[in-house]
């Protein structure tokens, strides 16, 4: 049997806004994350504002939501915001690389922060000390022959963009992130060939995150259709941009895919499966197949939203479709339409049940031994497209022993599960994989509640909730596992 490609890429993936901190050095601007403050399992993530009048708050923007009116998004005393420190990765790169290097990765999935590059979103001149940051970085990785894969936009934007033009509501954010997409290209030509777009663009649903998808600071169904259509053209057109000007670079879309299950065989709960999935394929749908599902035009029409079309878009989205698929998947979720089941947890966007047949970890998230071929079936069957999976993992509260140690067998569980699962898809079913990148490799911080406690990475960092701690990293037992893993080119008992 034909098992992973010679040249797979193995490693790990992490995201500025979670990662980075330094959120102030260098010139950089805020950005939506640094305003958006921590929370906890079932306790939403904040955004904080200031009115002209001198009056304060904090307001949750998850889903169709905005913030009151006159008010505007800022930084205030007595709240704590996980992005401003992050696990520091901006002060121990060189570090964090040498640890990555030591696993063998062979690829580092990062995020590059907009408003490090343009600190406004769209000023006439980048940040150079910004750019130099990210030189340094790929210098360090290319000395391991780490190959990147850098995100331009993940869950965040620029934040002077979200409060002048309400985000990606305005046609204005395509220019500006366009003109950013090129700058960033240019810089690290020869440095870095892949490239994703939009982080997780279906969280941009309007039963999910808007806000943090899209810089939405008032998300109705007509704003979402809109941003969601100009963070398709913006990404035509970084395609656009990559063909005719930088041919080694290959741009990826990224969606957040897991496959929901029917609880009951009752075809009701079929349909509602159904429907769920196509919530989010239908975005994979427009990227790769290059145009909208005649279901979201229905739906469109139904609701009277208008797309805000401009001669020629049509045409940009179907020709510049990406290159290759890329998504995350933790698990699977559940769901049903009967009173029957217990609450299921999960990610805030699916109102699941708990599938009886799986465990999950203590925010609810289901571990599924199978998710992994399933998925991969579902997109390489839909698009015919080589697929790469840029995150899979599980978040745990980790108990570091006093030697430094953590005994995190519970993940080397599902990292066997899941591997098994997507080679299995690879050698059984023949679908074309990239490279699997383990999400949050180094210990980082939560993104659906700012937790820190909520870690995944096979290297531990000593840091609270709070941002108490030294920051110092540690290897978990994970961190020899997965080098073996990647020693023998996935071949895992
Ligand atoms: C994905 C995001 C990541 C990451 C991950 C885990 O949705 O792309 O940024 O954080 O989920 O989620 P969480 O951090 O909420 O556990």
Request: glycine residues 8%; charged residues 25%.
């Amino acid at each position: 049997m034909k098992g992973f490609s010679k040249d797979f890429l193995w490693g790990g993936a992490t995201a500025a806004n979670q990662y980075e901190g330094a959120y102030l050095e260098d010139g950089k601007g805020l950005s939506t994350a640094d305003v958006y403050t921590n929370g906890a399992h079932r306790v939403p993530r904040k955004v904080t504002w200031r009115k002209e009048n001198g009056e304060t708050g904090a307001t949750v923007l998850n889903g169709v939501s905005a913030l009151p009116d006159g008010a505007i998004p800022a930084v205030l005393d007595g709240y704590y915001y996980p992005s401003h420190k992050a696990t520091d990765f901006y002060h121990h790169y060189k570090e964090d690389i040498a640890l990555m290097a030591e696993m063998g990765f062979k690829c580092f999935r990062m995020s590059i922060n907009w408003s490090r590059i343009f600190p406004n979103g769209d000023d006439d001149l980048p940040n150079e000390k910004g750019l130099l940051f990210y030189d340094a970085v790929f210098q360090e990785l290319q000395k391991y022959h780490i190959e990147p894969l850098v995100t331009l936009s993940h869950y965040e934007t620029p934040l002077s963009l979200s409060i002048r033009f309400n985000g990606w509501e305005d046609r204005h954010c395509v220019d500006a992130y366009v003109k950013y997409a090129e700058t960033v290209f240019e810089r690290y030509k020869g440095m870095v060939r892949y490239y994703l777009t939009f982080n997780e663009i279906d969280c941009l649903n309007p039963d999910h995150n808007p806000y943090v998808s899209g810089g939405l600071l008032r998300a109705d169904e007509q704003a979402i259709a809109s941003a969601a259509y100009h963070q398709f053209l913006a990404s035509a057109l970084t395609v656009k941009l990559a063909r005719e000007k930088y041919p080694e670079v290959q741009v990826g879309m990224m969606l957040a895919y897991m496959p929901v299950y029917a609880y009951t065989v009752d075809p009701k709960d079929q349909l509602e499966a159904l429907k769920r999935n196509e919530e989010m394929l239908w975005f994979a749908d427009v990227q790769m197949q290059g145009s909208y599902p005649p279901y979201k035009l229905c739906e469109y029409e139904r609701k009277d939203i208008r797309l805000p079309e401009k001669e020629g878009d049509i045409d940009l989205l179907r020709k510049y479709t990406a290159d290759f698929v890329s998504f995350s998947c933790y698990g699977s979720t559940c769901v049903t339409t009967h009173d029957e089941g217990e609450e299921g947890g999960g990610n805030l966007a699916v109102k699941s049940v708990k599938n009886p047949y799986l465990e999950a970890n203590a925010w609810g998230w289901a571990t599924d031994p199978h998710v992994l071929r399933i998925a991969m079936n579902h997109l390489y069957n839909r698009y015919h497209k080589p697929l790469w999976i840029v995150e899979n993992g599980i978040g745990w509260a980790d108990v570091k022993e006093d030697d430094g140690s953590v005994h995190d067998d519970y993940r080397i569980e599902y990292l066997k599960q899941n591997i098994r699962s997507m080679k299995e898809a690879v050698e059984l079913d023949g679908i074309p994989l990239i490279g699997y990148e383990y999400w949050g490799c180094i210990d980082l911080i939560s993104a659906g509640t700012g937790e820190m406690k909520k870690r995944y990475g096979f290297v531990y960092v000593d840091m609270d909730d709070l941002g108490n701690g030294t920051l110092k990293r540690s290897r978990k037992d994970t961190f020899y596992w997965y080098k073996e893993c990647i020693n023998s080119n996935g071949n895992i008992e």
